[in-house]
């Protein structure tokens, strides 16, 4: 009698295979399974790793954002050109690092029109660790203007 899931040209083919491989099948099963696992968590891995990147540039462009907005208002020359206020400046972007506890501020340089604001990061992927720093730069004015 023959089977539905069985063709009459292969009848017996995986009673045969199975019984000749010598676990070469499940050797290869098990393979392919430790492959696709390795590759999901290679692209989980470096899908962390951007995330983390990615909140690093983000907190250090807003950072220096926020510091190239404070303008010291008694600075205005004979030509209206504003100048940064140092202090309110830096206290601005250490408020916006602060308020994201991942990242650390590295080097933060303020001179008389532009701020420069160096954070860093450190990703904790599931494969591996990695430090990343990003730069975020503001100016007051426009010296091309």
């Known amino acids: 009698m023959r089977s539905w899931y ?4 292969v009848a017996g083919w995986w009673e045969k295979v ?8 499940s ?4 393979m392919f ?4 696992i390795g590759c999901v968590a290679v692209v989980i891995n470096q899908h962390q ?13 807003n950072a220096a954002r926020a510091g190239g ?3 010291d208002e008694g600075s205005l020359g004979a030509e209206n050109i504003p100048a940064l206020d140092p202090e309110a400046a830096e206290q601005a972007a250490e408020e916006i ?5 991942e990242v650390s501020i590295q080097a933060l340089d303020v001179d008389e029109t532009e701020i420069v604001v ?9 494969l591996t660790s990695k430090t990343f720093k990003a730069t975020g730069r503001a100016t007051a004015i426009d010296p091309n203007r």
Do not use: C, W
């Open 69 to 71: 907005q404070q303008i």
């Open 18 to 25: 199975t019984s000749e491989d010598g676990g070469y099948m």
């Open 97 to 101: 690092v602060a308020a994201v506890p």
């Open 118 to 126: 160096v954070v860093e990061i450190t990703a904790n992927g599931i």
């Open 49 to 61: 790793h951007l995330d983390a990147l990615a909140l690093a540039r983000e907190t250090s462009f």
């Open 27 to 30: 050797v290869v099963a098990a």
């Open 33 to 36: 399974v430790i492959t696709f």
């Open 6 to 9: 069985k063709p009459a040209g």
